[in-house]
Every structure is written in C-alpha cells, then in structure tokens.
C-alpha cells in the first residue's frame, strides 16, 4: 500500500479523521471540489446534508477510479460546508458513514479538513470535497 495513516499519541483522540497520511510513489492525483450533482448536472438530496455528503463521496469515488485510485490512496480530503454549524456534525457523519463501506473509505477518515463557508457556486449546494491521492 502506498499510503499509511496514523494518529499519533499527543494529538487529539478520538477524531473521525487520522491526523497523518505517509505516502510513498511518483503518481498524484488531485480531484476537484465535487458536489452532489448527477452526471447531468441535476442535483441530488437536496435540503439534505447527509444525503449531498454521501453523493459527493460517490462522485469522489468514480473520479478517482478514473485514475486507477481508490480510497485506500487518498492522502487528503477537504470539505467545505455551507452555513456550518457544530450541530450539524451527525448529519455530515451519517452520510459518510451511509457510504463508507459501499466505497471502500476507511473509517477514521483521511486526514480531512471541515471548512465552514457562507455559500458555495449554486445554492442548493449544501457541500463539496476535493481529495488528493498517492499512487505507486
């Protein structure tokens, strides 16, 4: 495996996200900002921050195996969420969860980034992810 990810002792723990990623290899592969669009542009869960979370990671997905990647090579994630609220934590978790193991992302998570913003491109858009990658 090209990537290995680790919490280290003194960092904070529990966290939903490993806070190191080591990578080893010469291919990178960074995903633009995904949103929880279809492939014809129509939205999906709208009004529904779990559901638009599980669609981007879905569209993450499919854009990395375009690249011969997977999860298992994401060295970062970064999401950015509109109107970000700590109590919205559940929702956004549960849509990760509803997908984690349907896409072979490892739970904890990537080291990850949650970006609180007041809007994204369009304002239905509730979240977007961009994700780099290490591959052998």
Do not use: C
């Amino acid at each position: 495996m090209s990537v290995e990810l680790t919490s280290p002792t003194g960092l904070m723990q529990p966290v939903p996200y490993h806070h190191v990623a080591v990578a080893t290899g010469t291919r990178q592969v960074y995903i633009s900002g995904q949103t929880a669009r279809a492939a014809d542009g129509a939205p999906a869960a709208p009004g529904d921050l779990a559901g638009q979370v599980a669609a981007v990671l879905r569209n993450v997905h499919i854009a990395l195996a375009s690249a011969g990647a997977g999860f298992t090579d994401v060295v970062r994630l970064t999401f950015y969420v509109t109107d970000w609220r700590p109590e919205k934590i559940e929702a956004f978790m549960g849509g990760v969860e509803s997908v984690a193991q349907e896409l072979g992302l490892p739970i904890p998570l990537p080291p990850s980034s949650l970006i609180g913003v007041d809007f994204l491109f369009e304002p239905d858009v509730l979240v977007e992810v961009e994700a780099t990658a290490v591959l052998d």
